[in-house]
């Protein structure tokens, strides 16, 4: 009788083919299938020869080769390739078989699939995957959510792919139900978007401000890497800045200034706005990345607007050590903005979310692992109802320690014309955050003033709303209130 495979995968593009590969390589035998067919031959002929993998030219023939309750997961495009293939695959599988998408789904999608599927007598999760190809190939952070029951049946094989930290615990648990999977890995890139940027606001200011060469910076970059920053990031950002092109010098000064995106960065900053979350670094990155695209007229107003000359005249090592504090402090808000947003989105959807856990998800295999989220891990073991990072003892003498250093770099990029936002959006939120009174209580006398919208009073009950006649001609009449 021929050997079932524990899994089967739709899709061999650089995800899927790694995935599978890492997959076999833990024991398991892996049905593919690919909706150009030639590439499943190619494979099977190629990087899978002589390997535990059985190939499938059809859904049919591949469900048919699965081990029961048959595991159908699938890396394809975002969208409607998901809702395509999940509709092609239903009419091959049994109650209690479990669809699996892989790939980086907008989390309601997951929400709406997960009901669909189940409403089919089907199980559905919805997993991140982060890591890249060499993370898929060697052990990628997953992120699994949807049908609790569909956990037990693959816990083995994920755990046994994904990344492993110091202890071996592996960098992949059951997250929640329905689409809490996809919404930890979209929150795990807008964390991404915001790591990137302000390396980049660092690595500008030490350009065109301080002067610094590639290799120069290269070695600022190496020495942060063994310290409080040490984390994939900065260790390729170290890499790339010492890389030469084929005439000798640096290759990342020839790459054009216009980034590119996928969009789940832009998801994040949507979700924040949806729950009233201040997710301020993470939306200036996004933003970051829309100015950068507008080069054409970047080019033309750098022809017709005047601005400071960038010229600096202090201590270089001193503004370095700036440079490294502003970073570190500007990366605590980033990850204590994001928490923020996966706490109101459990409220919002009745997720339990195991914050240490995903701390813990996050430390190997992914884009932004780092020792930085042990320290975190920590934090929420120690007080697992913490309500921000920031009110961490830890976190608050980090955060307390790299402000000076954080100003001085915001005010001399400032004074310079070196844009700086994620950096700069980062200490005005710890600013906000640790002012017991903001001016916001004349933003509603404004809004009451024009539009009737009431207010609270600081000398009556919350929850107790007033509406002052200001120009002596409005009634009594006030405005419902909207609350995020």
Not at 323 to 334: E, M, P, Q, T, V
Not at 440 to 462: M, S, V, W
Request: glycine share 12%.
């Amino acid at each position: 009788m021929t050997k079932k495979a524990d899994i089967g995968l739709i899709g061999l593009a650089v995800m899927g083919e790694n995935l599978v590969l890492n997959m076999e390589s833990k024991g398991f035998t892996v049905g593919v299938f690919n909706r150009t067919v030639e590439k499943v031959d190619k494979f099977i002929n190629g990087r899978g020869a002589g390997k535990n993998f059985i190939g499938a030219h059809s859904i049919e023939e591949l469900c048919a080769s699965l081990e029961r309750p048959r595991k159908v997961m699938m890396l394809v495009k975002a969208g409607k390739a998901v809702d395509d293939f999940i509709d092609l695959i239903i009419p091959h599988l049994e109650p209690g078989d479990i669809i699996i998408d892989g790939g980086n789904s907008h989390f309601p999608d997951t929400i709406r699939r997960a009901k669909y599927v189940e409403s089919k007598g089907l199980l559905y999760i919805g997993t991140g995957v982060s890591g890249g190809e060499e993370g898929a190939l060697l052990g990628p952070s997953m992120m699994p959510g949807g049908s609790p029951e569909a956990w037990p049946h693959v816990k083995e094989i994920f755990q046994a792919v994904a990344a492993k930290v110091e202890d071996g615990s592996p960098c992949c648990d059951w997250v929640g139900e329905g689409g809490a999977g996809h919404f930890v890995k979209m929150v795990h890139n807008g964390i991404e978007y915001g790591d990137m940027q302000i390396i980049c606001e660092a690595y500008q200011m030490m350009k065109e401000l301080l002067g610094m060469t590639a290799d120069e910076m290269h070695e600022v970059f190496k020495e942060w890497n063994q310290g409080d920053l040490d984390s994939y990031l900065i260790e390729i950002t170290r890499d790339i800045l010492g890389f030469k092109d084929e005439d000798g010098s640096p290759i990342v000064e020839k790459i054009l200034d216009t980034a590119g995106q996928k969009g789940t960065g832009k998801w994040t900053g949507v979700a924040a706005l949806d729950l009233g979350i201040p997710l301020t670094l993470i939306g200036e990155s996004v933003f970051a990345r829309c100015l950068s695209a507008q080069k054409d007229l970047r080019v033309k107003a750098s022809k017709v607007l005047d601005g400071p000359q960038a010229s600096f005249t202090g201590d270089k090592a001193q503004m370095i050590s700036d440079l490294k504090d502003a970073l570190f402090g500007a990366k605590i808000i980033s990850y204590a903005q994001g928490y923020n947003l996966m706490m109101e989105a459990a409220k919002e959807y009745g997720w339990n979310l195991n914050y240490g856990g995903i701390a813990l998800m996050w430390r190997g295999g992914c884009i932004i692992r780092s020792v930085f989220l042990g320290d975190i891990k920590k934090a929420f073991d120690k007080n697992p109802g913490l309500e921000n990072l920031l009110l961490d003892p830890f976190f608050k003498e980090k955060v307390e320690k790299a402000q000076a250093g954080w100003r001085r770099v915001c005010a001399t990029a400032l004074s310079n014309g070196v844009p700086v936002p994620a950096l700069t959006s980062a200490l005005c939120y710890f600013d906000g955050f640790r002012s017991e009174r903001l001016p916001a209580n004349l933003l509603q006398a404004q809004r009451d003033y024009f539009g009737a919208h009431t207010y609270e009073r600081i000398d009556k009950p919350r929850g107790e709303f007033f509406h002052t006649n200001w120009t002596g001609r409005g009634g009594e009449t006030a405005s419902s209130t909207y609350v995020v």
